[in-house]
């Protein structure tokens, strides 16, 4: 039985390093931060609001999402969706995400899939 | 919208710059009104759903912290390892020396030696915390500069610290003629203690007259002149020592810099000692009559340990001026 710390802990740096890939990808199609905190829970990617939220405005200052403030709903709310510069580094990170699981799959010493 | 939210979003705007804070202030109680919209549509009352959100929200000054990029830290890891080099490294050179020379000029002005001592630990704690502090500030505020310009053209001297690891930069064995601050600060230490012992026995002593007056250990006609020019010597010493370090390396011109100090040291003492003119004859004379005999046995294992001692430094200085690593060698040639 693995020790439920030690996994929570090695589990967050896993999902750490794949929170900006999975908020590329999603927002490919445009989303409102708590809204994309929804979808993510929902493909299976759980994050926390607190790593979210910083992490769209700092995405958004290297310019990899652009903005834009929608008035139309009940309440304002900002919309971020990934930008062409932010489209290609999700490709470039997600062909890296699908070799290295592969290479993880060998090293565990069996044919991918 | 109530309080609480009203709070939370003023204390995250206090740590975000002037010019987002209007954004941030409405995308933050927009995304608190989802989320709670979303904790009452699941059957929560009001007001613990709003505490349960903004408490999932965490600390403001961590939100705030992660929009801004700026660090929740003093000195990072990057900048630690040349933080504590450069902190290390002056206390090191600069609190001895200030400690040393206050207590000294404060003997010259003719204090005594009980107000010099303070002036001199006074002087040397004064100086440390300065040091300290400033070179903390330095950091922490080099630390907040923007990575991406200080890093590639500004602070020429900081780059220096901040290049690269090369196998260069390994500090050598023990064994070998490189001199690491430790030492350094050991053997200034050493010095410090020295020249604060001979000036608290000057008119300290364990042993008191019939008028409870202290009987020195050393001839107090030695403050005469044969003292000073002791402290002077140890002080030379102390300025070899930091010049050592900041050449890195033993020499052979510092090893013959080292012999000629460390046997005026020791001609110096065993000459007192042999005279019969290194103790008191008022100390021998309540202790141990004969002590102070130029050739008793007292004095002679004086003279002779001191002769000893020093040769053994001064050959010591010398053998490591000659154990420079071999690769030092070829890439000289």
Redo the contacts between chains.
Sequence with gaps: MVDEELLGTHRQELRRGTVVLACLLALRAPE????LL?RLGAAGIPS????I???L??LEERGLLTSE?NTDDT????FYRTSPAGSALADQLMSDMTDLTASLHALNGGAVE | MTSLTDRYVAATLRGIPEKQRA??D???R??I???LE?HVANGEDRAGAEVAVLE???DPT??AS??T?RPLYLVGPELFPAYRYVLFLLLAIVVPIVGIVEAAVEIGSGAGIGSALLEGIGGALSVGVHLAFWVTLAFVIVERLDPATWRREDLKDLKVLMAPWKVENLPELPTSGAVTVGETVGEIVTAGISIGGLLYLRGWSWVTDASGQPIPLFDPALWNFWFPVVIALLGLQVAFHVVKLVVGRWTIGLAVVNAVLLAAFAILFAALALTGSLINPAFAAATWPGLDDGDGIAMVAVAVTSILVSGWEAISGFRRARQRPSTEMEFAS
């Design positions: 409102y931060g708590y809204a929804k926390d609001a607190n790593t939220y910083p992490l405005r700092r403030w309440r304002p709310r900002k | 954004d941030v409405r995308e933050l927009s995304s009104a989802d989320a979303d999932e929200l965490g961590r939100l992660g929009m990029g």
